[in-house]
Nanobody
Framework: QVQLVESGGGLVQPGGSLRLACAAS????????IAWYRQAPGKQRELVAR???????NYADSVKGRFTISRENAKNTMYLQMNNLKPEDTAVYYC?????????WGQGTQVTVSS
């Protein structure tokens, strides 16, 4: 089983930026799609951004133009660059490798956007 370890969450003011990272164990990272999800209190987990093994991406409408997903296969690491953060971006963010149904998940990292 692949282990995913997240880092980079924290408290930031509205309009600020954060970069989340998720490092995966094992050597199969490059073969799978990657994704970031988030879950706010009282809400369901939602897809934020996804990237296929070939590099195609899609984003939730609420983050388009502000967030960027990327991957560095040589380091088995995925990233989520978050710019112009808004209070409604506050949530626990989870990385995912290989799909929501059968894939592996990180432990989650808290992102709080507040003044």
């Amino acid at each position: 089983q692949v282990q995913l370890v997240e880092s980079g969450g924290g408290l930031v003011q509205p309009g600020g930026s954060l970069r989340l990272a998720c490092a995966a164990s094992g050597s199969i990272f490059r073969l799978y799609s990657i994704a970031w999800y988030r879950q706010a209190p009282g809400k369901q987990r939602e897809l934020v951004a996804r990237m296929t093994s070939g590099g195609s991406t899609n984003y939730a409408d609420s983050v388009k133009g502000r967030f960027t997903i990327s991957r560095e296969n040589a380091k088995n690491t995925m990233y989520l660059q978050m710019n112009n953060l808004k209070p409604e971006d506050t949530a626990v963010y989870y990385c995912n490798l290989g799909g929501a149904t059968l894939g592996d998940w990180g432990q989650g990292t808290q992102v709080t956007v507040s003044s």
